[in-house]
């Protein structure tokens, strides 16, 4: 029987690519020597504030060497899923969904938890439960901007309310929030509602409609995003109303900050996109690597009128 030599350095060499072998597959994912991937798909781009989560996202993750793909769903839950499907099938490390409906996009949480991977929802919330959510309590937007409303018409008038894109968490929870305080202020009347879907040009359209039907009937409206809130006010100031009708929306992006400043728009609820954004990467490379992470994080808003917009100018 030959027993062939092999050289020293081929000896060594097939001895090291065993033992790095070994340590692929002992530390999975997370190696240390491998840049971790993390994708997000967002509920729209068109959307202000939800770029501006992304943005933070995009920071976030520069700051920590990871690599983000962000993609966008333009709404529709089932691209949303399927953006998912996509991820699994490039074995991203961990996944982001800024969810497009509750129940609808629920299917893309259940895929990512079977796959083994950690899925973070940030800002909006499905049935299915993730690996975390980091965001805030919608209920709460609403109640903080129909208490001012409330508080500023005296407990008595007519009030429209504009929904953002139905189904999805923020809009349930807004209605919510804003029906309790309703109900708890009897001399209030939801003279109308309807859906303008998150959508600046959509309001305006629905604010004049609402203009034409109710004219000086309407004391306050409440639109669930700036976005709509500033589609309302432009229709206002166009009828003449600006000045008769109170408008308060929620999330204090840069154009609402500034026309409350102005005093276009009479207040908005802060909604912090930079925290939303900076701990939802925290909580998926925490999670892809195996370590602690907080399971709800919840981050406060905070009423911004006339008085306090200076904080929050930058």
Known sequence: MKHILLPGFLFLSILLSGCNQSKNDDSGK???GKKLVIGATMLSMQNEFVVNVADEMEAKAKELGVELIVVDAERSSLKQVEQ???FIAQGVDAIILNPCEVEASSPAVKLAMDARIPII???SETTAKPTAFVGSDDTESA???MKYIAEKLGGKGNVIMMHGYMGQAAQIKRDQGAKEILKANPGLKLLAEQTGEWDRAKA?????NWIQSYGSKINAIFAQNDEMGMGA?????SAGLKGKVLVVSVDAIPDALQAVKKGTLDATVF???KEQGSKSIEAAVKAAKGEKFEKELLIPFQLVTKENVGEFLK
């Open 233 to 237: 006010v432009k229709a206002l100031e």
């Open 121 to 123: 929802n940030v800002n």
């Open 30 to 32: 997370a190696d240390s």
């Open 271 to 273: 909604q912090n996109a």
């Open 143 to 145: 109640r903080i901007a």
């Open 84 to 86: 998912v499907e996509s």
């Open 204 to 208: 305006m359209s629905l604010t004049e």
